[in-house]
């Protein structure tokens, strides 16, 4: 049925991919936001305000596994710290993620760079 | 506080244990994070409710801890699975039905009781059906191996060979279907044949001396060489199944295999017509040879039209795959029956 409802594309199909598509754009970025704010430890609550604060919204849901999952790559180092009565996980750039981020941004400013070209009403001709 | 621990099972309990402990730690501090921060009570459910609704719910959150699924049967090989799995149950069942035609009418002639034949047909069924799941289940979890191990090499940065596609959808071509479907009726077939054939080894000595040599020639050595057939069918179809497509060797092999099970379903009903006269010396009931003989023709009958009827087939589909019109017939998924029907 949902492909019927795909091809039929009514419009609620067409904003349910629509946000799919969102989703997909997000994700990578996501990566970079994390990675951009972590020079200084951080843990995952507090990263999250902070990113929300900047503009970039993340949901906890998603900003939690995506810290581990950095960590298991090596890109995030983490440390648990006592603060009053109990314990949180700090995270902070390893040196391989700093390096991951510096080759990271390269890549995002050339691509929204071309991005931006190629979306240019004009250029079209 | 009951329902954050609540919340913090049902996420870790979708993780694998390894992770549990740490994910569980953080999280618990994370909600408790996010509950100070807007002065909100770990002790009022309301307050918790509403932190653990837009953290999300617990699959979802499970399922950013765990991304590379792992799979013994991945999404594209399930629906394949399930086929493979459906046609050899059916054919368990109606290659038992047979069975259990077949043996009471052989055991009309000496005290009988149905209830222990039925009971030793279940047994040999439920002990088949175990078999041919096992050996399904193994033969995909190999190819989804296989096939995890493959994309994993171009990954690494090996440039892939367009080579490597499989053959077109033709009569070379080796259908994954077909030739799992072939493996797992031979293993089967194997174990069916195997009961058969200890079962007259076992009742030899005490069968009637007229009988004996029948029961040596006809049924046993039919036995050992269906066994021989099927064994060199699953070869095939197994070499067959790794090469992609059927390869001269591998088609000589069918061939063989094909030739052999033909041999002795034409050459059982033979001998039993042959020795008919010794068997009714044996003090044999006149109306239990008869049926033997009927039902060793019957089978025999079936099993050759079938080998034939789809060797011939499967050779005019090669020869006129070219003009079209008969290709699609030999990629449609028709064989199916035909390993199942073979071999035994």
């Given at each position: 049925?949902?492909?019927?409802?795909?091809?039929?594309?009514?419009?609620?199909?067409?904003?349910e991919t629509i946000d799919k598509l969102t989703l997909e754009l997000r994700r990578g970025v996501i990566v970079l936001a994390c990675l951009s704010q972590l020079d200084e430890p951080s843990y995952g609550y507090e990263l999250q305000q902070r990113l929300a604060a900047r503009g970039m919204e993340i949901e906890q849901g998603t900003l939690y596994p995506l810290l581990r999952r950095l960590e298991e790559q090596g890109l995030l180092g983490e440390e648990w710290i006592?603060?009053?009565s109990r314990p949180r996980k700090y995270y902070r750039l390893?040196?391989?993620?700093?390096?991951?981020?510096?080759?990271?941004?390269?890549?995002?400013?050339?691509?929204?760079?071309v991005l931006d070209a190629l979306l240019e009403p004009k250029s079209g001709g | 506080?009951?329902?954050?621990?609540?919340?913090?099972?049902?996420?870790?309990?979708?993780?694998?244990?390894?992770?549990?402990?740490?994910?569980?730690?953080?999280l618990r501090a994370s909600i408790l994070d996010a509950l100070e921060a807007r002065?909100?009570?770990p002790d009022s459910e309301a307050?918790?409710?509403?932190?653990?609704?837009?953290?999300?719910?617990?699959?979802?959150?499970?399922?950013?801890?765990?991304?590379?699924?792992?799979?013994?049967i991945g999404p594209g090989l399930y629906p394949l699975f399930r086929r493979v799995i459906g046609v050899t149950l059916l054919t368990l069942v109606g290659a038992s039905t047979l069975w259990f035609a077949v043996a009471l009418v052989l055991s009309g002639q000496a005290e009988f009781r149905a209830g222990d034949l039925l009971r030793d047909t279940l047994e040999t069924a439920v002990g088949a059906a175990v078999v041919a799941v096992v050996v399904i289940v193994a033969v995909f979890a190999w190819l989804q191996r296989s096939e995890v191990d493959v994309s994993a090499r171009n990954r690494r940065g090996e440039p892939w060979d367009p080579r490597s596609l499989p053959a077109l959808s033709g009569p070379d071509r080796a259908s994954r279907f077909d030739s799992v479907v072939g493996l797992v009726a031979t293993a089967v077939a194997l174990v069916i044949l195997g009961g058969i054939g200890e079962g007259v080894a076992e009742a030899l000595p005490g069968a009637p001396a007229g009988l004996r040599p029948i029961l040596r020639h006809a049924v046993l050595q039919g036995v050992m060489l269906l066994q021989a057939a099927a064994a060199l069918s699953a070869v095939a179809h197994a070499v067959a199944l790794m090469q992609g497509r059927w390869r001269p060797t591998t088609r000589a092999m069918r061939v063989a295999a094909d030739a052999l099970a033909v041999f002795v379903f034409v050459r059982a009903p033979v001998e039993l017509v042959v020795h008919r006269a010794a068997l009714l010396q044996a003090d044999l009931p006149?109306?239990?040879?008869?049926?033997?003989?009927?039902?060793?023709?019957?089978?025999?009958?079936?099993?050759?039209?079938?080998?034939v009827g789809l060797s011939v087939r499967a050779w005019r589909g090669r020869y006129r795959a070219p003009g079209g019109r008969a290709a699609p017939a030999v990629s449609s998924p028709v064989p199916a029956p035909r390993r199942s029907g073979r071999n035994p």
């Open positions: 049925m949902a492909k019927t409802n795909a091809t039929a594309a009514s419009p609620n199909s067409q904003d006592v603060e009053g390893t040196d391989a993620g700093t390096r991951a981020r510096a080759e990271l941004k390269e890549q995002w400013d050339e691509m929204s760079a | 506080m009951e329902l954050i621990e609540r919340y913090l099972e049902a996420v870790t309990t979708k993780l694998q244990p390894k992770r549990r402990g740490e994910v569980e730690r953080e002065g909100l009570s307050d918790v409710a509403a932190v653990l609704a837009e953290l999300g719910e617990p699959s979802e959150v499970a399922a950013g801890y765990e991304p590379g699924q792992q799979y013994l006149r109306n239990f040879v008869l049926s033997l003989v009927l039902t060793s023709i019957v089978i025999g009958a079936i099993g050759t039209g079938m080998i």
